[in-house]
């Protein structure tokens, strides 16, 4: 007997396509942090303008992705490799700063950011409550945090960087817990790499904050 998803009772074929498509998202959010290790390895002794060059590339992989999707599925897995990869890149000289400076502070935020993912990624995956008008608010709160972001490069305000990434976190908890939704509610395997895209981000900036905290922290010891 054929036991394939199209010859199942319309809940289970839901169910097995929901499931398969986790699985499959959360391998290309694998995948892509493992190139992303492998360009922050890769690109370890990059200067800043390099690293400007690599998030540039970064972004344009992530824009051609929103295209590609609607036309080929290995051309979007493509660009998503691309991205994890020069992201990677962009955000070596950060990290090693941090690992020259501070090297627990990556474990440490590494640790939290796994904590807040899982924590905020399976509320938002168990909810039964829409998000999708809390996804409105979050995209306008991330586009005022951007904003803010900028003045502080032109305007000292005390303790603005720590106001900064803490005003990130609340934003990206309510990201993450719509992204898991979403990953939930879909049932079309081929939007995995947008959504392993989008859940990677999350994931990022989350490690991003919480590196400005812990490491700004460690600092003023």
Known sequence: MDDSIAYRPAGIATRDQSHL???????????TAALFAL??????DLGGGAGIIAFVAAFAALIGMQFASRRSRELTVGLLA?????????????????????????????????????????AGYATRRDLSALARYAFWALVALI??????????IPNGALVYAVLGLVIFAALTMINFQRLRRNT????????????????????L???????????DR
Do not use: C, K
């Open 82 to 122: 691309a991205f994890g990869l020069f992201i990677g890149l962009a955000v070596a000289p950060t990290l090693s700063y941090y690992a020259g400076q501070d090297p627990q502070a990556l474990w440490q935020s590494g640790g939290a950011t796994a904590l807040f993912i899982a924590g905020f990624g399976a």
């Open 188 to 207: 079309d395997l081929a939007s995995a790499p947008l959504i392993a895209a989008s859940i990677f981000l999350d994931i990022l900036n989350v490690f």
């Open 39 to 44: 360009g922050a390895y890769l690109g370890r």
């Open 21 to 31: 498509l986790f699985a499959r998202t959360m391998a290309f959010v694998a995948g």
């Open 209 to 219: 904050f919480f590196l400005q905290i812990i490491g700004g922290r460690s600092n």
């Open 147 to 156: 904003i803010f972001g900028l003045v502080l490069v032109f305007v000292s």
